[in-house]
């Protein structure tokens, strides 16, 4: 025995009027009655009078942006969704950020681009279907890092003191925590990306000091609810212009020569205002503002003897420890 069909409400019939036409339209792909009409379930026992009303309705809503096209007078009508929040490029930069993020995991990138390949219509998503490929393998571990970074925007947000346990790994590829496994108990100031990964500027009360903390290596981050007040002065993109591959340090001023290949690099590093002198001989001087670090030594011995530096007289000197030791290694 068939059961018969129950037919579905007026509220029904809308929802799934705007369902299609979020789905099947777009600017180039518009939809007549008889379009959206076709795509109703054939048990839903739905008249194309009822579709033709629902569709003028949505035409003259201002809550759902349905836009009308009419080639000529006394033809039909074709409709499409004017309303989506992105363009098609606006999602593959979208889709490209997820897909070089080293931090996500396959699945939730995969699950992630799905998403957003339904944020647009079926025939614009084909388009989305070639992914970026990362030339590097990731090579951190399967620690939450996505849940992680969503805390730490909340208590940064919310100026909640935050709770954590910190390390790195060993030789023995085992990972081992600092400070004999005791809390770090710090104030959040912001979350900076640098190199692929995810950082956690903060302030370190015991100590009197901003540090940061690679969130990959942050475990059992708990928020607290203590709040705190942080320094109206501090200016977070000026802070971290100043360090090396997120290394702190005292500020120094750098003083130092580079080979004329290497100006691009320089003005990737310290931008188009950056105090750079020309010369004539082939190099161009350098004076910046920077904390030294072993992030900072390592950044200029990448670029070996097409750097020289001049100034201060403690980086000289480290540089120079490190290119004999350097030196003797392959003695």
């Known amino acids: 025995m068939t059961v018969p069909s129950t037919p579905i409400t007026a509220r029904e019939r809308l929802l799934e009027v705007i369902r299609i036409l979020e789905a099947y339209s777009d600017e180039d792909d518009r939809l007549s009655i008889h379009d959206i009409h076709s795509r109703f379930p054939e048990d839903s026992q739905v008249g194309i009078g009822a579709v033709r009303e629902d569709v003028a309705a949505l035409e003259e809503s201002i809550v759902f942006p349905v836009s009308a096209v009419q080639e000529k007078l006394g ?52 388009q989305l279907t070639n992914e970026l490929h990362v030339a590097e393998p990731s090579a951190q571990d399967a620690t939450n890092i996505v849940a992680t970074v969503q805390l730490l925007h909340e208590a940064t947000h919310e100026k909640h003191i935050v709770a954590f346990q910190y390390g790195r790994y060993g030789t023995d590829l085992q990972f081992q925590l600092s400070n004999e496994g005791q809390d770090y108990i710090i104030h959040p100031l912001g979350l900076v990306w640098n190199n692929d990964r995810y950082y956690l500027v903060a302030y370190y009360p015991s100590v009197d000091d901003i540090r940061q903390y690679r969130v990959d290596r942050m475990r059992n981050v708990r928020v607290q609810d203590e709040q705190f007040v942080p320094n109206p002065y501090f200016d977070l993109q000026a802070y971290t212009k100043k360090m090396f591959h997120m290394f702190g340090g005292e500020l120094i001023s750098l003083e130092a020569r580079f080979s004329d290949k290497l100006i691009n690099v320089v003005i990737d590093r310290f931008g188009l205002d950056a105090n750079i002198q020309d010369h004539e001989d082939g190099t161009f001087r350098l004076k910046a503002q920077v904390a030294m670090s ?23 000197s480290r540089m120079k420890e490190e290119a004999e030791k350097m030196y003797k290694h392959y003695l």
């Open 75 to 126: 033809m039909p009508k074709h409709y499409y969704y004017d309303g989506r929040p992105f363009e098609i490029h606006e999602l593959r930069l979208l889709m490209d950020a997820i897909s070089a993020a080293k931090f996500i995991s396959r699945n939730e990138t995969n699950r992630l681009l799905m998403k957003i390949r339904k944020l647009t219509s079926r025939r614009l998503a084909k």
């Open 294 to 316: 072993e992030g900072l030594v390592r950044w200029l011995f990448r670029w070996g003897g097409d750097v020289k530096v001049m100034h201060p007289q403690e980086l000289v």
